[in-house]
């Protein structure tokens, strides 16, 4: 490069504007190589679900757009219909899209379909990506769902999804004598000792049960598989799974709003926010929302905190959300520029500093002074619990493994269905529970799993 | 002489109007049923390709079927939702028609207003009945919560998730019956009311003897007709409840839905849409038999 | 007092009928922080906010692709389907009633039926997320309602109208266009008006065959049902747009509504 600058007859303009785009190529994480627009007059296609961090995205694209001459359209469907989407348009070999969202619940099953580009050819390729993006850098736990058995990735996290408990009404709590819940049996006595006072409900959810339930399963000792990811005969009727829909469908009938089964996270979020219901078990994003969001009526009186234990131990549920590039997508380095770019470690630090979005995947970032110092609110270091909980199941065993079975999906629709009939009184646990695993092994058979 | 050529030249001209609509008709909706009926003889899923050719097993999915408890429930789900939508669709819907008539005349330019929630959008009605039936958002609920009533949550409460989907759907379609019977009254002869009238029949005697027997032919084609759309039933379904709680509110159409296109299982769905598919047939077939039976009578 | 009653029973029952449509109605101009309070204000000032945002939000193109996808489909469907049926209305061989059930039967099956091999065959022909490929779908049902509505217009006309002109030398062509569709013209609009609110209303075929270019109306107000939020005042702007249309529409079809709902097989 040197070189080049030396040979030609040079006008101080022209050597400006060299160093201004090597610059601004620099700060947008990309090789520092004099490349002026090396996408010029590319069109990006892409799609996501609505989330905060797309949004926050969006307006630092123009400047990747500046630099690299290509325009992003980034398409956003609410999430269920862009699951849908997604998994219609992936199964059918589509190339509509250059990158995309992997929703943790499919990302098993593009994998083993072999829907997902290999991104080990993008991030190893020192043409492509220099050696500071540092693949490694991004959370295991995170990473956990874009993996192949054979350590291939496919897809890189952009959201860590690290459950915690969020306790909205520390003052109610404290005027009844209760303390934070550190058992399953304290969560219930706590629940129970709120729930109607001052029209407050003692807990609140969503009607994602198969994200919820897996963490009371594994804490009274069970799974929903015997050994995932090899063993996938389901293990819904065992004891410990009917304890554990029991235990939550009895949180959601006595404790929760009316109407609960029909909730979306939002409507939980509200009530949480809006001090209507005491706790909310979710993901960091949805309960530190208590802390940070204008909307909050609950700020001064909220704690954010880890899910209580079950007997038999720890297993907060840890998921995250990927973006990946489809196998028939049209401009696959074009769509990783993108990725690199959107998930670079100088493009993440701008994004904490600037919006406070604090559910990234970096560890660099997660454990900087600068992530502390933002996440630390009233007290209570959310970036150590988040990272904690992200971390966990890299850490022991990993119970997440459930989640890279291919035929999750359909477990998932079972274990709704069967928490719903319990909440809503159809049938109790241990009968519904049979009933699931009835409908889980006819699934899995009827989809070609030897079961 | 010159007769017999008109006829030829206009059997001619039929053929020649005729062909392009039978061909493009057999081109859209013939091939795919064909195409549907194959594919639900193999076990097609989008994630396993080379599953659209397997015929290995043919009737696998049909005797699967029979065996699949969600199915049954489905099928059941279904002949439930059919026989009280249409009910309460049939009876509301003529007591409207019989209420407007007889205001004899007073009120027939209103009766196009009746129209409009049959009109809509369903996807819309959906979402007005989601705004009603959100015990947080709805103007019902909180109404109630004033005055010291809690009403339960009708679309997540196992016994009235059905009613919940019910009304809305009544809503949405009793104006058909009401249209259909309005039209049949106002062709009933007054004399044969004026008659009976002077015979001593009171009013109920009146509607007994001489109305329900007159619009009886309208009111069996209407209610074959709204069997049929009952079976179709999604955007209600899809939005107020998705099939649940459980599978208390799942029909087979929304069934298939989900076996098709959130499980990707396709040759499954094919298998279970064929099924709903020759329902429909059945049921047509009556349709058509009735109002064409009734056609010739008028 | 019961005369009294009886009197009004039939607006008073109107208003009660129409009052969730309304409901949702005056919920697309009201203020956010209106929308969920409770007691409702009735009156307020009305605002446009909600339709200002649905412009921003992708909105006008779902309601471009509504329009395209409904105004060509019916426009091919009466191409095609007006002169079948006066075939159909003249043609006094034997099928007339085998025919006429298939016919029927387009119009009855559920989407789902369908759906699958459609979707199957636009994969393969690229034609899903397009407009073309929701034109040729919405033909299974807006043909077959053609066919069977205008039917019995024709059947109406008179066949020696027809030969009186013949006498004078006319080809047949000729007195189809310039005899026999004159007269049934009224048939033809109502029947045109209802193709296009059948394929605007549809919701199920453009949920599954379309992504975000080809996204119609109905589809795109069940995306604004978003992840953060349900946007109450958005939504009813959107519904209420949705609506329109139609409802505008089929005030003006209003004589022939029963007729074409039941695919023609009662009169209005």
């Given at each position: 490069?040197?070189?080049?600058?030396?040979?030609?007859?040079?006008?101080?303009?022209?050597?400006?504007?060299?160093?201004?785009?090597?610059?601004?190529?620099?700060?947008?994480?990309?090789?520092?190589?004099?490349?002026?627009?090396?996408?010029?007059?590319?069109?990006?296609?892409?799609?996501?679900?609505?989330?905060?961090?797309?949004?926050?995205?969006?307006?630092?694209?123009?400047?990747?757009?500046?630099?690299?001459?290509?325009?992003?359209?980034?398409?956003?469907?609410?999430?269920?219909?862009?699951?849908?989407?997604?998994?219609?348009?992936?199964?059918?070999?589509?190339?509509?899209?250059?990158?995309?969202?992997?929703?943790?619940?499919?990302?098993?099953?593009?994998?083993?379909?072999?829907?997902?580009?290999?991104?080990?050819?993008?991030?190893?390729?020192?043409?492509?990506?220099?050696a500071s993006w540092n693949p490694d850098d991004f959370v295991k736990g995170a990473q956990v769902p874009y993996v192949d058995k054979d350590g291939k990735t496919y897809g890189y996290s952009w959201e860590g999804g690290a459950m915690l408990m969020g306790i909205s009404r520390m003052d109610l709590m404290k005027k009844r004598g209760l303390s934070v819940p550190r058992t399953f049996d304290d969560l219930m006595k706590v629940a129970d000792g709120i729930h109607g006072q001052q029209d407050v409900t003692g807990f609140v959810s969503s009607n994602l049960h198969h994200w919820f339930v897996p963490p009371y399963i594994h804490g009274f000792g069970g799974d929903i598989f015997a050994n995932p990811p090899g063993d996938i005969r389901p293990t819904l009727d065992s004891a410990a799974a009917v304890q554990a829909v029991d235990y939550y469908g009895r949180l959601l009938s006595k404790y929760s709003p009316q109407g609960v089964l029909g909730y979306t996270e939002d409507q939980a979020r509200a009530a949480l926010l809006g001090g209507r219901s005491n706790i909310f078990i979710h993901s960091s994003s949805w309960v530190t929302a208590m802390l940070t969001s204008p909307d909050s009526k609950v700020k001064e009186t909220a704690l954010v905190t880890r899910m209580p234990l079950?007997?038999?131990?720890?297993?907060?549920?840890?998921?995250?959300?990927?973006?990946?590039?489809?196998?028939?997508?049209?401009?696959?380095?074009?769509?990783?520029?993108?990725?690199?770019?959107?998930?670079?470690?100088?493009?993440?630090?701008?994004?904490?500093?600037?919006?406070?979005?604090?559910?990234?995947?970096?560890?660099?970032?997660?454990?900087?002074?600068?992530?502390?110092?933002?996440?630390?609110?009233?007290?209570?270091?959310?970036?150590?619990?988040?990272?904690?909980?992200?971390?966990?199941?890299?850490?022991?065993?990993?119970?997440?493994?459930?989640?890279?079975?291919?035929?999750?999906?359909?477990?998932?629709?079972?274990?709704?269905?069967?928490?719903?009939?319990?909440?809503?009184?159809?049938?109790?646990?241990?009968?519904?529970?049979?009933?699931?695993?009835?409908?889980?092994?006819?699934?899995?058979?009827?989809?070609?799993?030897?079961? | 002489?010159?007769?017999?050529?008109?006829?030829?030249?206009?059997?001619?001209?039929?053929?020649?109007?005729?062909?392009?609509?039978?061909?493009?008709?057999?081109?859209?909706?013939?091939?795919?049923?064909?195409?549907?009926?194959?594919?639900?003889?193999?076990?097609?899923?989008?994630?396993?390709?080379?599953?659209?050719?397997?015929?290995?097993?043919?009737?696998?999915?049909?005797?699967?079927?029979?065996?699949?408890?969600?199915?049954?429930?489905?099928?059941?789900?279904?002949?439930?939702?059919?026989?009280?939508?249409?009910?309460?669709?049939?009876?509301?819907?003529?007591?409207?028609?019989?209420?407007?008539?007889?205001?004899?005349?007073?009120?027939?330019?209103?009766?196009?207003?009746?129209?409009?929630?049959?009109?809509?959008?369903?996807?819309?009605?959906?979402?007005?009945?989601?705004?009603?039936?959100?015990?947080?958002?709805?103007?019902?609920?909180?109404?109630?919560?004033?005055?010291?009533?809690?009403?339960?949550?009708?679309?997540?409460?196992?016994?009235?998730?059905?009613?919940?989907?019910?009304?809305?759907?009544?809503?949405?379609?009793?104006?058909?019956?009401?249209?259909?019977?309005?039209?049949?009254?106002?062709?009933?002869?007054?004399?044969?009311?004026?008659?009976?009238?002077?015979?001593?029949?009171?009013?109920?005697?009146?509607?007994?003897?001489?109305?329900?027997?007159?619009?009886?032919?309208?009111?069996?084609?209407?209610?074959?007709?709204?069997?049929?759309?009952?079976?179709?039933?999604?955007?209600?379904?899809?939005?107020?409840?998705?099939?649940?709680?459980?599978?208390?509110?799942?029909?087979?159409?929304?069934?298939?839905?989900?076996?098709?296109?959130?499980?990707?299982?396709?040759?499954?769905?094919?298998?279970?849409?064929?099924?709903?598919?020759?329902?429909?047939?059945?049921?047509?077939?009556?349709?058509?038999?009735?109002?064409?039976?009734?056609?010739?009578?008028? | 007092?019961?005369?009294?009653?009886?009197?009004?029973?039939?607006?008073?029952?109107?208003?009660?009928?129409?009052?969730?449509?309304?409901?949702?109605?005056?919920?697309?101009?009201?203020?956010?922080?209106?929308?969920?309070?409770?007691?409702?204000?009735?009156?307020?000032?009305?605002?446009?906010?909600?339709?200002?945002?649905?412009?921003?939000?992708?909105?006008?193109?779902?309601?471009?692709?509504?329009?395209?996808?409904?105004?060509?489909?019916?426009?091919?469907?009466?191409?095609?389907?007006?002169?079948?049926?006066?075939?159909?209305?003249?043609?006094?061989?034997?099928?007339?009633?085998?025919?006429?059930?298939?016919?029927?039967?387009?119009?009855?099956?559920?989407?789902?039926?369908?759906?699958?091999?459609?979707?199957?065959?636009?994969?393969?022909?690229?034609?899903?997320?397009?407009?073309?490929?929701?034109?040729?779908?919405?033909?299974?049902?807006?043909?077959?309602?053609?066919?069977?509505?205008?039917?019995?217009?024709?059947?109406?006309?008179?066949?020696?109208?027809?030969?009186?002109?013949?006498?004078?030398?006319?080809?047949?062509?000729?007195?189809?266009?310039?005899?026999?569709?004159?007269?049934?013209?009224?048939?033809?609009?109502?029947?045109?008006?209802?193709?296009?609110?059948?394929?605007?209303?549809?919701?199920?075929?453009?949920?599954?065959?379309?992504?975000?270019?080809?996204?119609?109306?109905?589809?795109?107000?069940?995306?604004?049902?978003?992840?953060?939020?349900?946007?109450?005042?958005?939504?009813?702007?959107?519904?209420?747009?949705?609506?329109?249309?139609?409802?505008?529409?089929?005030?003006?079809?209003?004589?022939?509504?029963?007729?074409?709902?039941?695919?023609?097989?009662?009169?209005?």
């Open positions: 490069m040197t070189s080049k600058l030396a040979a030609k007859p040079l006008s101080r303009r022209t050597l400006l504007k060299q160093a201004a785009g090597v610059t601004a190529g620099a700060t947008l994480g990309m090789p520092a190589i004099a490349q002026s627009k090396p996408f010029a007059g590319l069109k990006l296609r892409g799609a996501a679900y609505q989330h905060g961090f797309f949004n926050h995205l969006k307006k630092y694209i123009p400047e990747f757009e500046a630099a690299t001459g290509m325009t992003v359209d980034l398409q956003l469907s609410a999430f269920p219909v862009y699951n849908q989407q997604a998994d219609l348009e992936l199964s059918s070999g589509g190339s509509a899209w250059d990158f995309c969202n992997v929703t943790f619940i499919l990302a098993a099953r593009w994998i083993s379909a072999g829907l997902l580009s290999n991104l080990d050819d993008f991030s190893g390729d020192r043409k492509l990506t220099p079950g007997p038999k131990g720890d297993f907060p549920a840890a998921n995250s959300q990927g973006l990946g590039i489809p196998k028939n997508a049209k401009n696959k380095e074009a769509a990783w520029a993108f990725i690199q770019w959107a998930l670079s470690p100088e493009l993440t630090a701008r994004i904490v500093k600037d919006t406070g979005h604090a559910s990234i995947c970096r560890r660099s970032i997660i454990e900087s002074a600068e992530y502390k110092r933002l996440n630390t609110i009233n007290g209570q270091d959310i970036g150590k619990l988040y990272l904690d909980v992200l971390q966990q199941p890299a850490v022991g065993r990993n119970y997440m493994a459930y989640r890279t079975v291919k035929e999750f999906p359909l477990m998932g629709d079972v274990v709704n269905k069967a928490v719903e009939r319990v909440v809503s009184g159809q049938m109790p646990a241990a009968e519904s529970m049979r009933v699931a695993q009835e409908a889980a092994l006819s699934s899995l058979r009827r989809s070609g799993a030897k079961v | 002489m010159a007769l017999a050529s008109y006829e030829s030249q206009r059997r001619r001209f039929a053929r020649q109007a005729f062909a392009p609509s039978l061909l493009f008709l057999i081109l859209v909706a013939g091939l795919p049923t064909l195409f549907l009926i194959i594919t639900s003889l193999t076990p097609a899923a989008l994630v396993n390709p080379g599953s659209l050719t397997d015929f290995s097993e043919p009737f696998r999915n049909y005797i699967l079927l029979l065996r699949d408890k969600r199915f049954v429930g489905s099928l059941w789900v279904q002949a439930k939702l059919s026989f009280y939508t249409v009910t309460m669709q049939v009876l509301i819907g003529t007591s409207m028609a019989l209420l407007v008539h007889a205001g004899q005349g007073r009120w027939q330019s209103l009766r196009h207003l009746f129209v409009i929630p049959m009109v809509l959008p369903p996807i819309v009605v959906a979402v007005i009945w989601k705004l009603i039936y959100t015990p947080d958002i709805s103007p019902i609920y909180r109404a109630a919560k004033a005055i010291g009533i809690v009403l339960p949550s009708l679309t997540t409460h196992v016994d009235f998730a059905l009613w919940a989907i019910v009304i809305a759907d009544t809503w949405e379609w009793a104006p058909f019956t009401f249209l259909m019977v309005l039209a049949a009254l106002q062709t009933l002869p007054s004399e044969y009311v004026e008659a009976a009238r002077m015979d001593g029949a009171d009013t109920i005697g009146v509607f007994l003897h001489i109305v329900l027997p007159y619009i009886a032919p309208v009111l069996l084609v209407c209610t074959l007709f709204r069997v049929i759309d009952s079976i179709k039933a999604f955007p209600l379904i899809f939005l107020l409840t998705g099939g649940g709680p459980g599978s208390v509110t799942e029909v087979t159409n929304y069934y298939a839905y989900l076996v098709a296109f959130n499980f990707g299982e396709l040759g499954y769905s094919s298998a279970i849409t064929v099924v709903l598919l020759s329902l429909t047939v059945v049921i047509s077939w009556a349709a058509m038999r009735a109002s064409r039976s009734n056609q010739s009578i008028e | 007092m019961k005369k009294y009653i009886l009197h009004w029973a039939v607006p008073l029952l109107l208003i009660l009928m129409l009052m969730p449509f309304l409901w949702l109605l005056q919920m697309s101009f009201k203020p956010t922080p209106l929308i969920l309070e409770f007691p409702p204000q009735l009156f307020f000032t009305p605002t446009l906010e909600h339709y200002v945002g649905l412009w921003k939000d992708g909105f006008p193109e779902s309601f471009v692709n509504s329009l395209i996808t409904s105004t060509i489909s019916t426009a091919l469907a009466l191409l095609m389907g007006v002169p079948a049926a006066y075939a159909l209305s003249r043609w006094s061989g034997p099928g007339k009633f085998g025919l006429g059930l298939g016919i029927l039967l387009t119009r009855m099956a559920p989407p789902i039926a369908f759906t699958i091999p459609f979707f199957l065959a636009y994969r393969w022909l690229g034609l899903l997320d397009t407009r073309t490929g929701l034109i040729l779908i919405y033909m299974t049902f807006n043909l077959p309602l053609v066919i069977w509505m205008m039917q019995p217009f024709f059947d109406a006309v008179p066949a020696s109208l027809e030969e009186a002109a013949l006498m004078d030398g006319a080809g047949f062509p000729t007195v189809f266009a310039e005899i026999v569709m004159p007269v049934a013209s009224a048939g033809i609009a109502a029947t045109a008006i209802l193709c296009f609110l059948y394929a605007w209303n549809d919701f199920f075929f453009a949920l599954i065959l379309t992504r975000t270019d080809a996204r119609t109306a109905p589809v795109a107000v069940v995306n604004f049902m978003n992840y953060e939020g349900w946007e109450w005042g958005k939504i009813a702007a959107g519904g209420s747009l949705v609506m329109a249309p139609v409802l505008v529409f089929s005030l003006l079809v209003r004589r022939y509504l029963v007729s074409g709902l039941t695919a023609g097989a009662v009169k209005g």
